[in-house]
């Protein structure tokens, strides 16, 4: 069974970084793509960021684009976030997910297939 695991996550001044790792197990990781989303207290989900594994292609959410970078590491099944200049705005619950794409790709939350618990990023004013 597919399994998503994110880790990285904690408290952090405005300005500061933090990498978000998810570690996937169980799926044939290069036919999938694997996606950022996160969901503040009382807001509704958000794309943030999403990577093709088999070419590497990806995309951002306009919010993080400068600040956010994302990467695989095919070798040990795992995608990192990092996230530079962070805002009290970043403050979220962040999830990966997966969306089995040997073809085609998507980055939409109704197109993933798996997804992780979660890790809590806050930011401090």
């Known amino acids: 069974e597919a399994q998503l695991v994110e880790s990285g996550g904690g408290l952090v001044q405005t300005g500061g970084s933090l990498r978000l790792s998810c570690s996937a197990s169980?799926?044939?990781?290069?036919?999938?793509?694997i996606a950022w989303f996160r969901e503040a207290p009382g807001g509704e989900r958000e794309g943030v960021s999403c990577i093709r594994i088999r070419d590497g292609t990806i995309d951002y959410a306009d919010s993080v684009k400068g600040r956010f970078r994302i990467s695989s590491n095919s070798a040990k099944n795992t995608v990192h976030l990092q996230m530079n200049a962070l805002k009290p705005e970043d403050t979220a619950v962040y999830y990966c997910?997966?969306?089995?794409?040997?073809?085609?790709?998507?980055?939409?939350?109704?197109?993933?297939?798996?997804w992780g618990s979660g890790t809590l990023v806050t930011v401090s004013s």
């Open positions: 169980g799926l044939t990781f290069d036919q999938y793509t």
């Open positions: 997910a997966a969306d089995y794409s040997p073809f085609g790709s998507s980055c939409r939350s109704d197109a993933m297939d798996y």
